[in-house]
């Protein structure tokens, strides 16, 4: 598995050295020429893995630069990516900032019925 994300990782990092590389010979002096990836599509590129079934979106600003990203260094993924247009937000929906304050707490209820407690202090995180 760990190989598999290696390889990936150096398909992505060609793509784009090919592409830096072409805007570098194409373009004029005191051009710009490489910014780094907005959050999303770092996202996108960092946790996207076979099987994922959709990946919705409620920006369409973002939808436009996912599939921008998707169409040049992974269009297998381009079918996939959906613009959310309904109503109610994304985040609403799958319940993603009850999840995440779950996350956050100090104490985290797992599925087996116990629980972890994380206790930060200056030096340490002890679990």
Known sequence: MEEEILIADMLFLLKLWESISEKIATTKAKSFIHKDLPL???????????????????????YLKLLEFAEVFVPEIVPIIEHYTGECPVFDIYNVEDEIKKALERKVKLKSGGHLVFDQTEAMTTV
Do not use: A, N
């Not at 893995?49 to 600003?61: A, C, F, N, Q």
């Open 40 to 62: 999303s599509v770092r996202t996108l590129r960092d946790l996207y893995k076979e099987g994922l079934e959709r990946i919705r979106v409620d920006s369409k600003e973002t």
